[in-house]
């Protein structure tokens, strides 16, 4: 059992390097490990628990644990209807996680792209009609320049 946590944990580090050098903090991972779970949780929670739940099956196991981490499970979505409100969100939950004098030399929605672009690949097509089919206009075409 411990191969296979030695393993997940191997990918998670792999891939918070390659994140990492796309928003352009190569020595940054754990920064990047924290804005990589403001977004997660962003979008986590602008999602229904039964959609996120789809979602998360798609992920490999290293996200599935940041996915997971303080889910609180609701009744609704959070209400966040536009690009801003998003961004801001991310913004709440970076402050949240210990990660606020931290100069990323971007503006935050550049940021959520490519975070989302980097999690494209493990998003089928059709996971990704069924997140789109619940996101406000706004957000819908952030997350689909993102991960279609």
Do not use: C
Not at 13 to 18: D, I, S, T, V
Not at 28 to 33: A, P
Not at 106 to 120: G, K, Y
């Amino acid at each position: 059992m411990a191969i296979h946590f030695e393993k997940y944990a191997q990918e998670g580090k792999q891939f918070l390097r390659h994140l990492a050098q796309k928003l352009g903090h190569e020595e940054e991972i754990q920064r990047t490990g924290i804005i990589l779970r403001a977004v997660v949780h962003t979008l986590r929670d602008r999602l229904t628990v039964s959609e996120g739940m789809h979602l998360m099956a798609q992920l490999p196991m290293f996200l599935k644990i940041v996915f997971v981490d303080e889910w609180a499970f609701r009744e609704k979505p959070t209400n966040i209807h536009t690009i801003e409100e998003f961004t801001e969100e991310v913004k709440r939950h970076q402050n949240r996680y210990g990660e606020n004098r931290f100069d990323w030399n971007m503006p935050t929605v550049d940021i959520v792209h490519t975070v989302l672009h980097e999690l494209r690949p493990y998003i089928s097509e059709g996971e990704t009609r069924h997140i789109m089919a619940q996101l406000p206009e706004e957000i819908k075409q952030l997350v689909e320049e993102s991960i279609s």
